[in-house]
């Protein structure tokens, strides 16, 4: 059965970093793209960035870019997201998810195939 574990997540003043980390198990982690999305109270869940299977590619959400970036080790089944120059916008439940992909290059966001339970950032004033 397939797994996602977030880590990372905390509270961090704002302009500070955090980097997430997702573990994935129980999948052919090379078939699949990766994503992290977020959810803040009240707010719908949004897209923060996603990457293909072979890490050439990625997308990100228009408020984070220049700011987060998101990265894989294949050989780790593993996916991460350095995030700086936080700020108190960016709270938020965060969510790794994984979308099976035909493509090493394709980008995919929408009907993921596996969720992880998420880890909380908080971003203090």
């Known amino acids: 059965q397939a797994q996602l574990v977030e880590s990372g997540g905390g509270l961090v003043q704002a302009g500070g970093s955090l980097r997430l980390s997702c573990a994935a198990s129980?999948?052919?982690?090379?078939?699949?793209?990766m994503g992290w999305f977020r959810q803040a109270p009240g707010k719908e869940r949004e897209l923060v960035s996603v990457?293909?299977?072979?890490?050439?590619?990625?997308h990100y959400g228009d408020s984070v870019k220049g700011r987060f970036t998101i990265s894989r080790e294949n050989a780790k089944n593993t996916v991460h997201l350095q995030m700086n120059n936080l700020k108190p916008e960016d709270t938020a439940q965060y969510f790794c998810?994984?979308?099976?992909?035909?493509?090493?290059?394709?980008?995919?966001?929408?009907?993921?195939?596996?969720w992880g339970k998420g880890t909380l950032v908080t971003v203090s004033a």
């Open positions: 998810a994984a979308k099976f992909t035909v493509g090493s290059g394709a980008i995919a966001y929408n009907a993921m195939n596996y």
């Open positions: 129980g999948l052919t982690f090379t078939s699949y793209a």
């Open positions: 990457i293909s299977r072979s890490g050439g590619n990625t």
